[in-house]
C-alpha cells in the first residue's frame, strides 16, 4: 500500500437553512483539508434529499453512504437548535444504515451557534451518537460561538479565532490519518498478504 495516497474525507453540514453559518464554517474546513492535501467530498444539507426510516430510499442517501463507506474520515458539522444537534443531522445519521457505516470512521465535530456559549451541547450530544455508533470521535471538537460574527455574507471568515480552531480540526483530523489509519491500513494488508510485521524477529 502507498502510504503517501492521498486521504479522502467527506464533510456532512447538517443544516437545511438557506445561505446558514454550518455551510460557512464547514467550507472553511474543507479548503483547509483540501489544501493539505485531502480529496473532499461536501455532502451540503440544504441539497440533500432524505427520507425517514422505513420509507424508500433516496439516490441522495446512496450517494452519501458510498461516500461515507468509501472515506477515510468524516467532518460531522451541525448548528445548536434548542439545546442539541439539529434534527436533520439526525436524519443524515438515520441515513447512514444500520450497523452505520460511521463505525470504525475517524469522525471530526464541528458545532456552531450564534449565542456567547457556542454550540457545547449540541457537540456533546452528536459525540454521543456518534460513539453509540462505534465512530472514532476525534478529541478537540470545534465550537464556533458568536458564529454570525465571525463570517461575512459571501463566507469569508473574519474572526482570526474562529479561522485558528477550523484550521486545528483540519490538521488534526489530517494528522490522525496519517499517524493512525494509515499505518493500520498498511499492517493489514501486509498480514492479508502473508508478510511479517516490521518489528517480527526471526530466530
Known amino acids: 500500500m502507498d502510504t503517501l495516497c492521498v486521504s479522502k474525507i467527506v464533510c456532512i453540514a447538517g443544516n437545511r437553512r438557506p445561505n446558514n453559518y454550518t455551510a460557512k464554517a464547514l467550507a472553511f474546513v474543507a479548503s483547509e483539508l483540501t489544501s493539505r492535501g485531502a480529496s473532499v467530498t461536501t455532502f451540503d444539507g440544504r ?33 445548536e437548535y434548542h439545546g442539541t444537534f439539529s434534527a436533520y443531522a439526525k436524519l443524515i445519521i438515520e441515513n447512514l444504515s444500520y450497523p452505520s457505516l460511521l463505525k470504525g470512521k475517524p469522525v471530526g465535530l464541528l458545532g456552531v451557534a450564534s449565542g456567547r456559549i457556542g454550540a457545547i451541547k449540541s457537540l456533546e450530544h452528536l459525540r454521543s451518537s456518534c460513539a453509540h455508533l462505534g465512530a472514532i470521535v476525534m478529541p478537540g471538537a470545534i465550537s464556533i460561538a458568536g458564529v454570525r460574527r465571525a463570517f461575512d455574507e459571501e463566507g469569508n471568515c473574519i474572526d482570526s479565532g474562529a479561522g485558528q480552531a477550523l484550521q486545528h480540526l483540519a490538521e488534526n483530523l489530517i494528522d490522525f490519518i496519517h499517524n493512525y489509519v494509515r499505518p493500520k491500513e498498511i499492517l493489514e494488508e501486509m498480514i492479508r498478504e502473508g508478510h511479517e510485521p516490521p518489528w517480527t524477529t526471526s530466530t
Do not use: I, M, N, Q
Request: proline fraction near 9%; charged fraction near 35%; include cysteine.
Open 47 to 79: 441539497y440533500l434529499d432524505l427520507t425517514f426510516p422505513g420509507e424508500p430510499e433516496t439516490s441522495d442517501a446512496k450517494r452519501l453512504k458510498e461516500g461515507v463507506d468509501e472515506c477515510d474520515a468524516v467532518v460531522f458539522a451541525t448548528p
